[in-house]
């Protein structure tokens, strides 16, 4: 994908030659705000208020991690009052566009927003049983912990009140709406994952919610770490993940949004339980954008499917 963007980026060069004039306002006057995925679009728009038009670049239902930007997109990019971004490596090509074309706007990497978490490959399984794992880098999915999601709300917020200060008391009063709305959530998980003794997280798929376990103390088993790009796990893995199912009669094996679910039912069908989805609200279907899916309310669904999968009957 990279020789490609570039290739796409030296054709814009090449075609922008003559001295570069300011991006042309939006007719309606008002702020541009770009996003590369789908929980920096909704933190943004919720911090809007309708003040802002605020654009997701990630086309609804495809992976991050096989996105390739248009020449459209990267125009979006270098003319927009604020980018937000990931800052990570689902997001790589955006440091290549940022260090060819020079955008007339602010930059808020998600990442920047909190305090970041160290993913370790485990090769699936239990570090206590199988050893401290391999560090691989820092976790970028932060969004995931409802309280995260709150503090990049705030810092979304305030960093449009920055450009836009006649209404920077708009934009920070929805921001805080919603950061509140998001903590209130946090404390939903918190009561509910403190609620009784509950079995651990096995997921027959990838695991990109570090920061959502690390913040309620979960214990969990996984298929692949992170976002890691593998689409059968090993042998030894399904088999760690189907005893543990099995030994600890766990009723859920997980799956999340966008997957084929073939590994959760393949573990789950052998140890005789049930499977969910949690999603990871990383992207959404076009449907769920149509329908007005908000983080905020994906996450309380997957609130709802955790009560009814693993709450004690």
């Known amino acids: 994908m990279k020789h490609c963007l570039l290739g796409i980026l030296a054709c814009l060069l090449l075609a922008g030659c003559a001295p570069a004039e300011p991006p042309a306002e939006?007719?309606?006057?008002?702020?541009?705000?770009?996003?590369?995925?789908?929980?920096?679009?909704?933190?943004?728009?919720?911090?809007?208020?309708?003040?802002?038009?605020?654009?997701?670049?990630?086309?609804?239902?495809?992976e991050s991690h096989s996105y390739e930007p248009t020449p459209a997109d990267i125009l979006a990019v270098q003319s927009c009052d604020l980018f937000l971004c990931l800052g990570g490596e689902s997001d790589a090509w955006v440091d290549t566009i940022l260090s060819a074309v020079e955008p007339s706007g602010q930059v808020l990497r998600m990442m920047d927003c909190v305090e970041l978490l160290e993913e370790v490959d485990h090769d699936g399984h239990d570090h206590e049983d199988h050893g401290p794992g391999e560090v691989v880098g820092m976790d970028e999915h932060v969004w995931t912990s409802p309280r995260n999601a709150a503090a990049i709300t705030r810092a979304i917020g305030e960093q449009l009140a920055e450009l836009d200060s006649a209404h920077a008391a708009a934009y920070r009063s929805g921001a805080e709406e919603y950061a509140q709305a998001l903590e209130l959530l946090d404390g939903e998980f918190q009561d509910f994952f403190a609620s009784g003794d509950l079995p651990p997280l096995v997921f027959g798929d990838r695991f990109p919610l570090l920061y959502f376990a690390e913040r309620y103390d979960l214990e969990y088993y996984a298929a692949f770490p992170g976002c890691a790009t593998q689409t059968e796990p090993s042998a030894a893995t399904v088999a760690f993940l189907t005893e543990k199912v099995q030994t600890e009669q766990i009723p859920t094996v997980w799956y999340l949004e966008f997957s084929n679910h073939l590994v959760a039912d393949s573990i789950a069908e052998a140890a005789g339980a049930g499977t969910a989805m949690f999603h990871t609200c990383h992207n959404v279907t076009k449907a769920e954008l149509d329908s007005g899916a908000t983080y905020l309310s994906l996450m309380g669904e997957n609130l709802e499917r955790l009560r009814q999968n693993l709450a004690p009957q």
Do not use: K
């Open 26 to 62: 939006a007719e309606d006057g008002r702020l541009q705000i770009v996003a590369t995925v789908f929980p920096a679009y909704d933190f943004a728009r919720s911090c809007a208020s309708g003040l802002a038009n605020v654009t997701l670049l990630l086309p609804p239902g495809m």
